[in-house]
Structure formats: structure tokens, C-alpha cells
């Protein structure tokens, strides 16, 4: 398993890795349902960009040719940057997301970040424990909710400062 940053030539392997994440997702920031080719490139495309102006990271894992996990942070400005980490439900719970996390906070330093904030589906036990055993706080000052087809999402949010 190799851990890089995620390129062009990733596009086959990013949409199936996406695909099968937001197949067992009740609601995606990105999508309404399963994405289509055309938002999947679009997806790939906007981040790409995002990586060559400096103002996101965005490491993969990949495994024979498949990507099964990826660390997003996205410089928000004011040296914060939000975090997201995605991991293939078949290598959740091995370290891969601790790993993903470690990278990029390394390339996180390297862009001048201070702090990373996660923004966590109160709902996701799994995500909310994560982030607390990888030394995130909850701010307990803020909070966020989004309306999605009627029905409401409430995100906590954790931060940490980085060394």
C-alpha cells in the first residue's frame, strides 16, 4: 500500500473509490445520490486545481491500483484548513486513516497551516471517535446544520493545533 498525493491519472480509480463511499453514505456534501461520471470529473478536476494553486492536500492510498482511502485539507485561509478523511469500509479500523491523517498534517506544516478543523456528522460515532483519539478537540462554541431534501444534518466540529 502506497500513500501519495492524489494526480490526474487517478481519475478511474478515484470514481469507483468515491462510488463505493457515498454508496453507504446517507448524505454527501458533494453529491445528491450516486455521482455521475460528469460530477466525478468535474470533482477531480476542481481539486487538482485546488492542489496547484496551494490551497489544498490531497493524499491517497492506494492498493493494486485501487485507492481505498484519502486525506483532504483544504486551506480555508488564516492558516486553518479543513480535513477530511476517507477510508474504504473494507480497511477502516487497520490504521490506514491514522496514516492518511500523519501525511497530512506533514504536508499541512509544509503549506503553513496552524490549525485543522473537522467538521463531523454528530451522527458518525465512528468519525467523532477518530478524530478525538487522533488529539482533536470539540469546540463546543460552534456547531453547524445543513438542510438536505427536507431533512437536517448537525456537524460537530473539532480542532487542532498543530506543532
Not at 53 to 81: F, L, T
Request: proline share 2%; with cysteine; charged share 30%.
Amino acid at each position: 500500500m502506497e500513500l501519495r498525493k492524489l494526480a490526474e491519472r487517478d481519475f478511474g480509480p478515484f470514481s469507483a473509490f468515491i462510488r463505493s463511499v457515498f454508496r453507504d453514505s446517507p448524505y454527501s456534501m458533494w453529491f445528491s445520490g450516486e455521482p455521475d461520471a460528469k460530477e466525478l470529473e468535474e470533482l477531480l478536476s476542481k481539486k487538482l486545481h485546488e492542489i496547484k494553486r496551494g490551497r489544498m492536500i490531497d493524499i491517497v492510498a492506494e492498493e493494486s491500483g485501487s485507492i481505498i482511502g484519502e486525506c483532504e485539507i483544504a486551506a480555508k485561509g488564516q492558516g486553518i484548513g479543513l480535513v477530511g478523511i476517507l477510508v474504504d469500509k473494507r480497511h477502516r479500523r487497520k490504521g490506514l486513516g491514522g496514516r492518511l491523517l500523519e501525511s497530512g498534517i506533514a504536508e499541512s506544516r509544509r503549506l503553513g497551516l496552524g490549525v485543522l478543523l473537522a467538521e463531523v456528522l454528530d451522527s458518525n460515532a465512528d468519525a467523532l471517535g477518530f478524530f478525538q483519539s487522533n488529539g482533536f478537540a470539540l469546540d463546543n462554541d460552534v456547531e453547524k446544520s445543513v438542510e438536505v431534501g427536507g431533512r437536517s444534518y448537525r456537524y460537530l466540529i473539532f480542532r487542532k493545533r498543530l506543532k
